[in-house]
């Protein structure tokens, strides 16, 4: 099995952008705790972040080719971007929304994604944790188990 995790823009900053909202974590932190727990899950992954919507449009065509499933933080881009979550439904793989904060608490343009109808889970709120629930959630979904 393999996923793809892309990360959309800004989230090269988590350990310095707002640590009161996204911890001190940085995404490095998060690549390692994600490559931990894929091998003891035996799945490959494979990593993308971009702070460019094309450029992550131009990745999830790609690499649905070669993937089972994404998990996703799409940052921003969750509460902005029709063509994100048309891409998603495009390739036709499952996909798992991921967010560090709790993005309902925020502010109020916050609480409207996107993507959320469309994916086979979302995760918020328990900070660089979700990534890992997602992790878990998606290849259980794909195991069929």
Do not use: C, K, W
Not at 126 to 141: D, I, M, T
């Amino acid at each position: 099995m393999r996923i793809a995790v892309i990360d959309g823009p800004n989230l090269r900053l988590l350990g310095r952008r707002e640590p009161e909202v996204y911890g001190s974590h940085t995404l490095e932190d998060v690549r390692e705790s994600l490559d931990a727990l894929a091998a003891e899950l035996r799945v490959e992954l494979e990593t993308y972040q971009s702070n460019h919507e094309g450029e992550i449009l131009d990745f999830l065509e790609e690499a649905a080719t070669r993937v089972d499933g994404f998990l996703v933080n799409p940052g921003g881009l969750t509460h902005t971007s029709v063509v994100l979550r048309d891409a998603l439904v495009g390739v036709d793989r499952p996909f798992v929304e991921v967010h560090i904060s709790n993005t309902a608490s925020r502010e109020a343009f916050r609480a409207h994604s996107y993507l959320s109808p469309v994916a086979a889970g979302v995760v918020f709120g328990f900070g660089v944790q979700g990534y890992l629930l997602g992790l878990r959630g998606l290849v259980h979904r794909l195991s069929g188990s």
